[in-house]
């Protein structure tokens, strides 16, 4: 038997299988895509007033950035996101990002938009700069692209989460001086008033127990406390606060920095 003849044509057979997986195997690549180019309905300076809370106020646009593989144009979902700064870099840790999926266009209300904008903790009443840009990306934030920037002078109101006291203190079996509510006891743990809807106490010695806030000093009638269970908070960071809530649970022990904004009903402990 001639064994050479089966090897040959087992090596001719070898060889298509390989060129034919190769074939099929056949990457695809992205190509490119085309930087959105956003549009607004207005770049006039705006002022937004609280009584027009409902009225329709900016709409924004953009244009699909058309994101092209070597086998055709894209299908996969393309995510937007609308970028809003005080900086022209988008530099701020407060910059507002809305996201949206496989949509070109947004409109706000009075209301949306200056809620959004207040999320920048500017001052209100007064004229500031704003920027505007869109991100697009495909999944995972791949293939980010860019729109160009439109920026528009607008003078937000103050809108709270909660009225704002007129002073406040904190108190508790985690700040130096316990749970004693008197005016002598807590003029060391009175808040600084930072602007029109946030307190701040720069430094202040707390440790792991229970504490509260109060607007007035030697009643209890009324409290800012925790918005979930007893004590249920993360220590450190953000934590919501709510009239009428439950005792914060203390850090470890240390030194820190409280800020309570009654903009966003958030306060944040800072370790110093």
């Known amino acids: 038997m001639n064994i050479k003849q089966p090897i040959k044509y087992l090596i001719l057979l070898l060889s298509v299988v390989i060129l034919s997986c190769d074939k099929e195997e056949e990457r695809v690549t992205f190509l490119q895509g085309k930087p959105p180019v956003l549009s607004v309905s207005s770049t006039t300076d705006l002022t937004l007033i609280k009584d027009k809370f409902n009225y329709s106020s900016l709409q924004f646009q953009w244009t699909n950035p058309a994101y092209e593989f070597s086998n055709g144009l894209n299908t996969q979902a393309v995510s937007y996101t609308l970028e809003i700064d005080n900086t022209t870099g988008f530099s701020n840790s407060k910059k507002v990002e809305i996201s949206f999926e496989n949509s070109l266009s947004k409109s706000f209300t009075v209301g ?16 500031n700069k704003f920027y505007f840009r869109i991100k697009a990306s495909l999944p995972n ?21 909660y009225p704002v006291p007129a002073k406040l203190f904190l108190i508790g079996g985690a700040t130096p001086k316990g749970w004693d509510n008197t005016p002598e ?8 008033v930072v602007n029109s809807f ?4 720069e ?4 440790k792991p ?10 009643d209890w009638s009324a409290k800012y406390g925790f918005t979930g269970a007893k004590q249920g908070n993360n220590t450190t960071g953000d ?3 709510k009239p009428a809530g439950e005792d914060f649970q203390g850090p470890a022990a240390g030194n820190y920095k409280i800020t309570v904004n009654f903009k966003t009903g958030k306060m944040t402990v800072t370790k110093l």
Request: hydrophobic share 45%; glycine share 6%.
């Open 112 to 127: 949306e938009l200056n809620g959004q904008l207040g999320k920048l903790e500017l001052a209100d009443n007064v004229p």
């Open 141 to 161: 934030n791949n293939a980010p692209l860019y729109s160009n920037v439109v920026n528009i002078t607008i003078s937000t109101y103050l809108d709270v989460v």
């Open 185 to 192: 006891n807590l003029v060391t743990q009175q808040f600084k």
């Open 198 to 201: 946030t307190y701040e106490i």
């Open 203 to 206: 430094n202040v010695a707390l």
């Open 209 to 218: 127990d229970g504490y509260l806030m109060i607007p007035v000093a030697g």
């Open 239 to 241: 934590i919501t606060f």
